[in-house]
């Protein structure tokens, strides 16, 4: 019994460790900066990703973003259809549709909303 009670416990802690992903950036903070004034941004996604999955969560967002979807690299750039922060917050919820719960730049590694506030917020120039 005892041993059930443990089996069961890690595997409900594998499978929520399972849903959430780290996905990272090949651009450094200042190049990040820069391509938000467009705001178009991108995204490496961990081996194992697959076009499908990322198609079926981009497809609720069409009427936002656009993307491409590189499979060799595993790389995703999203570009607004109209920038505003509104959209952004929905590119956000983008990576939260795909389980990414942290996003890495450089050395350092960001949860969603921190990464927002530090890239993806509009700022006045």
């Known amino acids: ?4 009670f443990l089996l069961s416990i890690m595997t409900f802690g594998l499978l929520s460790y399972a ?5 990272s950036s090949k651009l450094n903070a200042a190049e ?4 938000a004034k467009t705001g178009h941004f991108q995204w490496v996604f961990p081996e ?3 076009l499908e999955s990322i ?3 981009a497809k609720y967002y069409t009427t ?34 795909n ?3 942290k996003i ?12 927002f506030e530090k890239f993806m917020k509009i700022k006045e120039e």
Not at 1 to 4: G, H, L, Q
Not at 71 to 95: C, G, K
Not at 104 to 115: A, D, I, M, N
């Open 99 to 101: 389980q990414v719960n």
């Open 48 to 50: 194992g990703t697959t």
């Open 32 to 35: 990040i900066n820069q391509e």
């Open 55 to 57: 198609q079926n969560t």
């Open 64 to 97: 936002s973003f656009t993307y491409t979807y590189d499979i060799n690299t595993q790389r995703v750039d999203v570009y607004p259809v109209v920038d505003s922060e509104e959209v952004r917050r929905i590119m956000l919820r983008f990576l939260g549709a």
């Open 19 to 23: 849903q959430h992903i780290t996905v």
């Open 1 to 4: 019994m005892r041993n059930i």
């Open 104 to 115: 890495v730049v450089g050395e350092e590694s960001y949860e969603l909303y921190s990464y």
